[in-house]
């Protein structure tokens, strides 16, 4: 029995050295190389979690900033095409002015082909852009201004009388609107006027003063006329204006101050002439000069007014 029970201690610390060993493969290693061989492997398992983790968030972030970018590019793209829109809603008999406007769009359409071409931007080419962007932006208000102002003339009237009359249709064309209104205004005064122009004659004359029936040799207008008598009419001195509306319909002003009263407006004048009325018959020659400028050939229309009234109306042509 004491031989049995020493085998048997024997047996059991046997396997306890075995169970210890098979704890120590738990550990990093049986041996100091091991240990230290897993530990660099540990250490560059977690060295390389970091650098994945890093190189994602960078990614991420340089998508965020890329995103922007091209947020930025389309917004650039999109007051472009603005631009280019409102350029081709200009239009002025001007070809000056009209030259200069196409030049300024065709500068626009290059720069939308150029930001369109561009596959990554950065943010000095952004802020390259959006400097181009205000400058082109800034020439275009200027050249609506100046078209603007051209066209203004046209239908400083109608837009004057539109403030106090009924108001027209939306859909009417200018031109027709200009033609209704100068009819109303014709039809108002043709009761109250007291003076009358007759025998109202235009026509255009060359340098020596001469009839020129061809726009080519014209260089100025005269308006002839004769103020009736009429006893019932104030005396003394009377200013006499004159509208001459050319074929296009534009009206000859030389400034955008020459204006006069008419029934609580003030309207736009091509011509005007002080003369002393004293009641009775009184030849009257006006004349508008085209500072040189040729004349364009076709119709014109020519209204008197005087006291505030339209005193004669008539047309004349102008051949090629």
């Given amino acids: 029995m004491l031989i049995l029970h ?10 306890m050295d075995e169970l210890n060993k098979k704890k120590k493969g738990f550990s990093l290693g049986d041996t100091d190389k091991d240990r230290r061989n897993n530990l660099i492997i540990i250490l560059l398992s977690v060295l390389l979690l970091i650098v994945v983790t890093v190189f994602v968030m960078q990614r991420n972030e340089n998508n965020k900033i890329l995103n922007a970018l091209n947020q930025e590019k389309v917004s650039i793209q999109s007051e472009l095409s603005a631009m280019m829109t409102n350029y081709d809603s200009l239009h002025t008999n001007n070809e000056s002015l009209q030259s200069e406007v196409s030049i300024a769009q065709t500068k ?3 720069m939308i082909d150029e930001v ?18 205000t400058t082109m932006r800034n020439i275009m208000k200027n050249y609506i201004i100046q078209v603007d102002s051209l066209n203004r003339r046209n239908v400083l009237l109608m837009a004057e009388n539109s403030q106090v009359k009924e108001d027209f249709a939306q859909s009417v064309s200018k ?22 122009a007759t025998q109202l004659v235009a026509a255009g004359i060359n340098t020596r003063g001469k009839d020129a029936e061809s726009a080519r040799r014209a260089t100025q207008i ?18 006499i ?5 050319e074929p296009n319909q534009m009206l000859f002003q030389k400034s955008s101050n020459d204006v006069f009263p008419f029934e609580d407006l003030k309207i736009p004048y091509s011509a005007k002439r002080e003369v002393t009325y004293e009641g009775n018959e009184l030849p009257v020659n006006i ?17 008197i007014f005087a006291d505030g009234n339209n005193i004669g109306t008539t047309t004349f042509n102008l051949k090629r």
């Fill in 287 to 303: 004349f508008w000069d085209n500072a040189g400028a040729e004349f364009l050939p076709g119709n014109y229309s020519v209204d």
């Fill in 116 to 133: 369109g071409q561009i596959k990554k931007v950065s943010y000095a080419q952004i802020a390259q852009y959006r400097q181009e962007v």
């Fill in 175 to 196: 031109n027709q609107q200009l033609e209704q209104e100068k009819g109303h205004l014709q039809e108002k005064i043709k009761v109250a006027a007291q003076l009358e």
């Fill in 6 to 15: 020493s085998f048997n201690n024997s047996n059991t610390s046997v396997k």
């Fill in 108 to 110: 626009v359409k290059d």
């Fill in 241 to 245: 204006y004159v509208r001459i509306q």
């Fill in 222 to 239: 005269r308006i002839s006329f004769v103020l009736s008598k009429n006893v019932t009419a104030p005396r003394g001195n009377k200013m």
